[in-house]
């Protein structure tokens, strides 16, 4: 709305906007600000600055929990199994590891997977949930599996469920009650859903409501599925009508730029990556959880991120990726790697 109200020139709009941006917590981009700076008074644009500038100072409340070796190029998704330990996935070497005893090791995983991205363990029935996608970094992509896989982590047992046909990014997934596993679709703007004695993903969501649908979590009375979608803000569906409801807040409260999800009772822990400052927060829903009453920002611009992407719970705490990498490797097909070498990668808890 911003960069429109700039094209257009409209002194108005860009006032608001920018007032609307900051009041959120958020920042106009570095080199978006002498474009708008002209567009206030002196003492304005200072008050407005500084505002910003309150919005980016670090808030760091995390420790270090294990390093994931930088052989293993971009880590994008997290789980915890049965037993309690951390399972990551490698989206440029296409794989599964699992801490064991203070080291990382190797899962069995199909020939097929593509870019496997997050995760999620369903303890009920044992089963990790795992998307094979195809995405700009994974390497070698003719003849990778598009869709869904159930491992069971402790055969290693697994079954392919294969998205429909012009899916490329099966990316997130959330888990009801009932077993039913739904898959969000960044590059199709769809979400699919795979029922328990389904053979294949189905569209539960089609086209034409996100463009960039992310993160989900299925809301505590199993009624909604909530979905964050980077453009769209957050999304709650309701799952017995599919019914797409946009989730509402305050105007100082942002939705936008939203990655991963997870519920716990009324709150949902986010976190913001695409929009600054990144962050990690706490949402707490109203009671029909149609809106976000208040945001408790729980970390934000921690001086070790890199680009903070999932996370997972064990007992009351949270983990995360600290620093996925995946700007290390923005190239088509991932054949060509750029010079900047990939480095260990981080995984936290908030404190």
Known sequence: MLGAALGADNRQTVREMVASIAAMGAVVPDSARPVVAPYFSPGEWERLQAQMGASQLPVAASSLYAIVPAEHEIIEGIAFDAG????????????????????????????????????????????????????????????????????????????????PEGARAPGDVAVGPDGTAYVSDSSGAMIYRLRPGDDALQPFVPQGYFRSPQGMAISADARLLYVSDYYYGLAAIDLATGTVHRVTADSTIMLDGIDAMLRDGDTLYVIRNSQPPMQIAALTLSADGLSVTHLRVIERNHPEWGEITTFARRGDRLYYIADAQWERYSTPEGEDRPAAKPTPIRVVSPR
């Open 84 to 163: 309690g330990r951390p399972i990551v996935s490698s989206v440029v070497s296409r794989g599964l590891l699992r801490f064991v005893d203070g080291a990382w090791t190797g899962m069995p995983v199909a020939d097929d997977l593509a870019s496997p991205l997050a995760m999620a363990y369903d303890s009920k029935r044992g089963m990790l949930w795992v998307p094979s996608a195809i995405v700009d970094p994974t390497p070698h992509p003719a003849g990778a599996f598009i869709g869904l896989i159930g491992i069971d982590p402790s055969s290693g047992e697994r079954r392919h469920y294969p998205a």
